[in-house]
């Protein structure tokens, strides 16, 4: 067997506490990624807070799978925004760190893409694909076209 791969070990030279994963060379080359005093920022859709972060946590690595935003509080989902995520909308976690896989870290930032859809199963929802992470050097800006479909389509 033969297999090739793209977006795992891709190392960021000039931003080495950025850890990237599951994110090919190419379309990371196509993202309007900003370098900035605090270090790389990426366009999201939506940010969301640690403690929405439900099946996932704990887990070994997010070199594989994803982990969820939980939604059964339908009042804090609407109030976050969460409710109008797409597939493919890019998100920031904030307070969570996913070197070695997913956990609480105060000030971490995950980058991350929207890849499944909600669940009613409790600590279920739409699932986060991780893209980038780290505890410093790696923040945000709001872009309502922060999707997979903006920059893959052209």
């Given at each position: 067997f033969l297999i090739r791969t793209r977006g795992q070990g891709l190392k960021l030279l000039d931003h080495p506490d950025v850890f990237v994963m599951n994110l090919d060379p190419g379309l990371l080359e196509k993202l309007p990624v900003r370098e900035t005093p605090e270090g790389l920022s990426f366009p999201v859709a939506?940010?969301?807070p640690a403690y929405m972060m439900g099946a996932g946590i704990g887990e070994q690595t997010l070199m594989e799978g994803d982990y969820d935003i939980m939604t059964?509080?339908?009042?804090?989902?609407?109030?976050?925004?969460?409710?109008?995520?797409?597939?493919?909308?890019l998100v920031a976690i904030q307070?969570?760190?996913?070197?070695?896989?997913p956990h609480y870290r105060k000030g971490a930032v995950t980058i991350g893409v929207i890849v499944h859809s909600d669940?009613?199963?409790?600590?279920?929802?739409?699932?986060v694909t991780a893209l980038a992470t780290a505890a410093t050097g790696l923040t945000y800006h709001l872009d309502p076209e922060a999707n997979l479909k903006t920059w893959l389509c052209q």
């Open positions: 939506a940010v969301i059964q509080d339908r009042e804090e989902v609407k109030r976050l925004g969460l409710d109008r995520l797409r597939f493919g909308d307070d969570h760190e996913a070197s070695y896989g669940s009613f199963t409790s600590g279920h929802g739409p699932g």
